[in-house]
């Protein structure tokens, strides 16, 4: 009797891991398009929106909505900032650490920050350097009933999705690329 072996469990300690994480560090920008659709117990349907995501090494990016409303998070120096329309919210992020893992699993993960990844989550890496996934599990209890778990994956030094699960069933998942001018 043969049976199909079952799919390789992820690992903490890989050397594709370390190859993931420095041709990600090795990367200065990013302009890729992006779609995001959320799935909210509260609503009927998903939300979706589509826009434009920049990186700047190390630490700054920023989301620009483009559909269905304009809007821009940005997030340098730890801080987040929400604009829409002539309204505009900032944040501290050192103030909420619960937000960490919706923000800084993509930061780092953008920046090949491994450091920082395993600081804030419990890294799980699967595949090769063709095909790769992180899952990352936040180690603060707080922000871990907030977020159970981020995925991402990708391919070499590009992502191409991260989903967040939310500890209450909501989750989000946000689709990378294509890469786009400057």
């Not at 009797?1 to 992820?10: E, G, L, R």
């Not at 994480?21 to 609503?43: D, I, K």
């Not at 620009?64 to 900032?90: C, D, E, W, Y």
């Not at 922000?143 to 778990?149: G, N």
């Amino acid at each position: 009797m043969c049976c199909a072996a079952p799919p390789a469990a992820p690992q903490t300690d890989t050397p594709a891991l370390e190859q993931v994480m420095q041709l990600l560090a090795a990367r200065r920008h990013g302009h890729l398009a992006f779609t995001e659709v959320q799935t909210l117990a509260m609503l009927d349907r998903p939300l979706e929106s589509s826009g434009e995501l920049l990186y700047d090494a190390p630490d700054r990016l920023e989301q620009r909505t483009l559909k269905p409303r304009p809007q821009t998070l940005t997030l340098a120096n730890g801080v987040l900032t929400a604009a829409r329309g002539r309204s505009t919210h900032t944040v501290e992020l050192a103030a909420h650490p619960q937000l960490a893992p919706l923000i800084e699993g993509l930061r780092a993960t953008l920046a090949g920050d491994r450091a920082a990844l395993e600081r804030i989550f419990v890294v799980k890496f699967g595949g090769d350097l063709a095909d790769w996934t992180l899952q990352l599990t936040p180690r603060d209890p707080a922000a871990l009933r907030i977020v159970s778990e981020v995925r991402i994956a990708g391919s070499s030094a590009a992502l191409k999705s991260v989903q967040i699960l939310q500890a209450d069933g909501d989750h989000t998942l946000i689709t990378l690329g294509p890469e786009l001018d400057p």
